[in-house]
């Protein structure tokens, strides 16, 4: 994310500051007066920076100036989160991403003649096949979830992107470096993450603390440790053991207790696998190698460090297929940390303790970069192979891209973290480390290959037996890997 993003979010904090000074005490005036320095240095900074309206304009002046004169029609999943909004807006709103979603549209209509339209159905996959078979031609744009994406991509449904990087800049930070890395294939990418979707944002995993009970454990909030590259597993488990314990004195531990790590099932177990910076399938010299077997030393030390987290000592407490459980523990000040993905910041609007934003921590220092590992029911852009026009296709989603970097972009950030009570520059920065530095999985896009719930359901069981596990899994991982080749050297 370009600085001027970010110079952006400070003056909004600071704004937000400003607004509540009534209700600042002696306290708290020495800190007024530091977010007041850091305005003034930002807005000094801010004249030397290219905003990203800069930056759109830029690039939108590069493409054909043209009037296609055409609508746009973009099939997404019916229902799903942001899925649908992300893409239109009936009218402008006082609600920031409506509006931006509306301006953008707006945008594309003005000057390119471009006329966007939504189509929600349940099951986007079986309505893009169908209607590529037919060669009716009824959409532009596909948006459907990692699962749903990999199949159409597999079975020569959608459009390689590669095809059409003379058109697209899908290098510059309107796309997702982490789709163009992990996920081409033999030279093919079917499928981005950028601007456009802000599902994929919604379903990133990070992980959040409670500065209440940080301050009240005589700990120190964990933004340096992130900056330094010594926010790791066993950084984490020093602060969790802290804080745990047996609040009511019954003798047991349950929902009304206190604990150092809070989280969902699923995602929020599956979540150090990818951010300790492992992958069941990676790409070796562009083809797809199932890799998991290569990490058993480590995942077995992974493995062993989640059943300590997590099934002994009661330091962590999983709330089982209860999402709002977890988000209202944490609200009551019970739970030090809590993994969650990004858009459940939103639910946290009305909790009255402060609270900060972490990337889930490296499996240690060594580990160059953090890891983030995005939910597989996240939108992927693709385009239908049958495109009439792939050239006027590439221009039109570049701008539509470029206009969402615009428009879309910073109202995501606005309404993910202008709510939040206790606003901390910081946690806008560590966003931008979280969104960068996400991971993507060939395996566990292509669930075919069968090996993405396996550390997920060791984790759930306490068990480190992963050895075995391995050994009956990779043979038919390896197979499916292989018949996925073969598709794609098809297409």
Sequence with gaps: ?????????????????????????????????????????????????????????????????????????????????????????????????????????????????????????????????????????????IMANGPDTGALA??????????????????????????????????????????????????????????????????????????????????????VKKVSKDDNGDGKYDENDIYGFITTNGGGLTNFFYTSDLKTVDLIDGEPTVVMGNYQEKILDLLTFCKKLIHEDNYTWISQNDPAQSRDMFMNNQGLFYSEVLSYIVNLSDMDSPYGVLPTPKYDESQKEYRTHVDGVGSMISIPANVDKPQETAYIVEAFALYSYQYLTPAYYEITLKRKKAKDYESFEMIDIILQTRVYDIGYIYQSVGLSSMFNSLVSAGSTEFASKYKSASKKAEKAIKAIVKKYDKI
């Design 154 to 239: 597999q079975n020569g449904y959608l459009y390689n992107f590669l095809d059409l990087k003379e058109y697209m800049n899908l290098e510059k930070e309107w796309w997702d470096p982490g789709t163009l890395r992990d996920c081409a294939i033999n030279g093919k990418v079917y499928f981005m993450n950028g601007d456009i979707n802000i599902l994929d944002n919604d379903v990133t995993w990070i992980m959040l603390f409670n500065k209440k009970m940080i301050a009240d454990n005589d700990l120190e909030e964990p933004y340096q440790l992130v900056r330094d590259g010594k926010w790791t597993l066993d950084k984490f488990y020093e602060y």
């Design 1 to 141: 994310m370009k600085k001027a993003l970010c110079i952006l979010f400070v003056l909004l904090f600071v704004a937000g500051a400003f607004a509540s000074c009534t209700e600042v005490n002696e306290d708290t005036a020495a800190t007024v007066t530091e977010a007041d320095t850091t305005a003034e240095t930002a807005a000094t900074t801010e004249e030397a920076e290219l905003t990203n309206a800069d930056i759109a304009k830029e690039y939108l002046d590069k493409l054909p100036q043209t009037k296609y004169n055409r609508t746009f029609n973009v099939l997404c999943m019916a229902g799903v989160g942001n899925s649908e909004k992300e893409i239109w807006a009936e009218e402008a709103s006082s609600e920031p991403i409506q509006d931006a979603v509306f301006n953008r549209n707006a945008a594309m209509y003005d000057t390119f003649g471009v006329t966007i339209t939504v189509n929600p159905v349940a099951s986007v996959s079986t309505t893009a096949q169908n209607d590529i078979k037919s060669n009716a031609k009824s959409y532009d744009l």
